[in-house]
């Protein structure tokens, strides 16, 4: 029975995803051995029950983040933290040195060339704070880099399938 793995995308710039595609060729090997149930990659809306894997790129920078990563956590059995926003805050954790009202009235107003205005509906509530994943749910492994290069990607996964829980210290650094 082939491992149900996932791949989900809070506060993030999709390179940790980009990432994942540069396992190029290797992907077809792991394609046998993994059934890949949700995603970016996939038309899947629904996230589903019993996921063996979830990696997940990005920090939670709002209140869409936080319950996606909540529900995920809740039905995935091995979760990772891919790549540094996920595992520090990083990027997008930038804005935490300003008061979440300040950064909507720099983005939305004196930024905006037009419509200037902060919006109440259809994009979600930032969070006071852009926090790591494993501040608010428990993270299983984690995967520094910025993003994580293909090599280190394909290391964790052959490893997780092999039932092995994978040491990365000297694979990865921060930022590269
Ligand atoms: Fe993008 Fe880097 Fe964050 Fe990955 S870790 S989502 S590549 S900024």
């Excluded at 793995?5 to 060729?25: K, P, Q, Y």
């Excluded at 205005?117 to 984690?142: A, C, E, N």
Aim: charged fraction near 25%; charge should be negative.
């Amino acid at each position: 029975m082939k491992t149900r793995v996932a791949t989900t995308w809070l506060g993030g710039c999709s390179g940790c995803h980009m990432s994942i595609l540069d396992m190029d060729e290797r992907l077809f090997n792991l394609a046998d051995k993994i059934e890949l149930v949700y995603g970016p990659l996939t038309d899947v809306k629904e996230f589903p029950e019993n996921v063996d894997i979830t990696l997940v790129e990005g920090s939670v920078d709002n209140v869409d983040n936080e319950e996606k990563i909540c529900h995920v956590r809740g039905r995935t059995k091995i979760l990772v933290s891919l790549g540094d926003c996920a595992v520090t805050g990083n990027v997008p954790s930038m804005r935490n040195q300003f008061t979440k009202d300040s950064v909507l009235q720099r983005a939305y107003v004196e930024q905006a060339t037009l419509d200037k205005g902060i919006p109440d509906r259809m994009v979600p509530l930032l969070l006071p704070v852009v926090r790591p994943v494993h501040s608010v749910v428990k993270v299983d492994l984690f995967v520094p880099g910025c993003p994580p290069s293909a090599d280190v990607i394909h290391f964790a996964l052959t490893e997780l399938l092999e039932g092995r829980m994978p040491n990365l210290t000297s694979l990865t650094r921060f930022g590269k």
